[in-house]
């Protein structure tokens, strides 16, 4: 799990965010956010780890706690599309997009997927899903749904509320959703091939950029985790993820 050479972390970082520009600048408790996904990405122990980004305010704010950032073009048209850019010149063989307005993955999780993405031969690009029962957040459509087969294979990612509970039986009411977490292990050919792919009819939809991987065949299998603390779109989110973070102290 510690070839330098054989996986690598990219976290894709736009300063230019359409939600709420700067984000990854914000701070909490005292770090900026690209900064505590920088650190779980470390230690999670599985490659070297860089910044991609099109600012050179973020390139200095990596610098300033330590973290390696690498400028990538201002045409990336996705963070798929800057983490490609960004490995392109590398050997690695496994690389792994964490995004960047996830500021509680855990090093846990990163090290599941790299885990899954080595060891399943029939896995293009392995992910990360919560089970959860919360209606608030199940019905926020910047919470991502995917739908998982038993194999944890999945068969769809949507902002709609999915599977629908047709009936209120004990078990329809038990039954988890799974809520989507913001990190894609990809095998470098699965990688240079979904770049290259048009973008879908159901990725322009949804705005769901997973979905143009499923609707071209591609295999994409998740692990599992207890938990994952708020993502950061919105200026909402960000006083979500100050409180989130008094109760991990």
């Known amino acids: 799990m510690n070839n330098l050479n054989d996986t690598l972390i990219v ?40 910044i991609a980004t099109e600012s050179q305010k973020i390139v200095a704010a990596a610098a300033a706690f330590g973290g390696k950032a690498v400028m990538t073009g201002e045409t990336c048209q996705s963070g798929t599309d800057r983490v490609f850019e960004a490995a392109a010149k590398t050997p690695a063989q496994y690389i792994i997009n964490v995004q960047g307005d996830e500021p509680f993955i855990a090093s846990s999780t990163i090290a599941g997927v790299a885990r899954l993405l080595r060891r399943d031969a029939a896995a293009d690009i392995v992910t990360a899903c919560v089970p959860t029962l919360d209606m608030e957040l199940i019905n926020n459509p910047n919470c991502v749904k995917a739908v998982l087969n038993a194999e944890g294979r999945a ?17 329809a009411v038990a039954a988890p959703y799974y809520q989507h977490c913001g990190i894609y292990g990809f095998k470098r050919a699965a990688l240079e ?36 603390g708020p993502a950061i779109d919105t200026a909402e989110d960000l006083s979500k993820a100050k409180e989130f973070a008094k109760t991990i102290k």
């Open 155 to 171: 068969l769809y990612f949507s902002r709609s509320v999915v599977p629908y509970k047709r009936e209120t039986t004990a078990d």
């Open 193 to 228: 091939k979904f770049v290259k792919l048009p973008k879908s009819n159901l990725e322009n939809l949804e705005k769901l950029e997973q979905l143009r991987a499923l609707e071209a065949g591609m295999i994409i299998k998740s692990i599992l985790i207890d938990r994952a």
């Open 11 to 50: 976290i894709p970082a736009r300063y230019g965010s359409t939600r709420l520009p700067a984000k990854m600048l914000e701070t909490i408790d005292g770090k900026p956010v690209i900064e505590w996904v920088y650190r779980a990405a470390l230690a999670a122990g599985c490659g070297d780890v860089l």
